[in-house]
């Protein structure tokens, strides 16, 4: 996804108030090149890669 898509994301939930659990996370992009980072596809949080890894072993734990 791309940096300006997620800052649009995280500026329309932010003034929805959204609660996001983050359910699905896109590689981020900025002008064509990987940011490293990664981006919800819901709310436009952005992760880096262990942030992104013990979210997904939280909810993995949940199950």
Same mark, same amino acid.
């Given at each position: 996804?791309?940096?300006? $898509? %997620?800052?649009? +994301? &995280?500026?329309?939930? $932010? %003034?929805?108030? +959204? &609660? ?44």
């Amino acid at each position: 996804m791309q940096f300006d $898509k %997620a800052m649009k +994301l &995280k500026r329309d939930a $932010k %003034a929805r108030n +959204l &609660k996001c659990t983050h359910p699905e996370l896109d590689k981020e992009y900025y002008l064509g090149s990987s940011t490293g980072d990664w981006v919800c596809t819901t709310c436009g949080e952005s992760f880096s890669e262990q942030e992104r890894d013990e979210l997904f072993e939280a909810k993995a734990k949940k199950k």
